[in-house]
Every structure is written in C-alpha cells, then in structure tokens.
C-alpha cells in the first residue's frame, strides 16, 4: 500500500484462500439446505444459482476470473478506481460500505454498467492497507438511512 500526499489511498489485493474456502464451505451448506427443504426441481434451479455466485466469490477472493479486483485506490473525495482482471483501471463511484466489521471491509463499486464487489479481509490486503481502507470507509461514505 502507498499513501500519497492528496490522500490517495492504494491496496494491493492478494489471493485469500481461507476467504474462498469460506464462501465455498457456506454455498455448500445452502445446496444441502435446498436439497433437504425443496422438491427436486427448485432445488436444481437453487442449486445451479448458488454454484454460480460460489465460483464468482472464490474466484474473486483468490483475485482470479473475469470479475476479480486486482488494487483499489480510494481517493480523498469517496469515490475509487479498482484494477480489473484484464489489467485496467477503472474510475468507479463507491456505491456505498454493504458492510464495515473489525475483520473485513466490503465495498460496492459501479463503474458505468459494470458493479464490483470487494472484500477487504486480513490476509488479502497487508494490515496497514487494510487500517487504512477501514478508516476511508468509514470516514469517506455516507451513512446509510438508519445505521446513524
């Protein structure tokens, strides 16, 4: 991570197999739920939906596949720029914090059509990277209706 004097922030993201193994692991338990509380054909179609979004979440949090995040930068006035699997920057409006804990940072981008998610978890990112993301989100986003 680099800090620059205009207060932009860069966070290098690396591969976080204990993330992917995670979102796998809980996908899993959701098939087996479908399976045990649906009749066959909802839960073939549960089924095929929840391998979907587990391949895009492992995929994305060992910074791999067509929907993968390389960097973020987080710029002083909220919005982003992230490096897409193909090599390219793009600008993005920081769609909001979906969530802040003490162990992870989730971050929604758009830019233009395409939307990103972004997990920030200790581990991908190298600890003052991730202070410091934390610390933009929060300070950086407004709040969202109801969490004040």
Known sequence: MTSHPAGLIQVALAPAPVWAG???????LAVACAWLALPVAPAALVTAGLA???????????VRGPWAVRALELRPDGSAAYLDAHGEWKTAVVAGAACLGHRFAALRLRAGAERRGVILVPG???EASFRRARVWARWRLPARPGLE
């Open 22 to 28: 995670a979102v796998l692991v809980v996908h899993g």
């Open 52 to 62: 979907a979004t587990a391949w895009v979440g492992a995929s994305s949090a060992l």
């Open 124 to 126: 991908a990112v190298d």
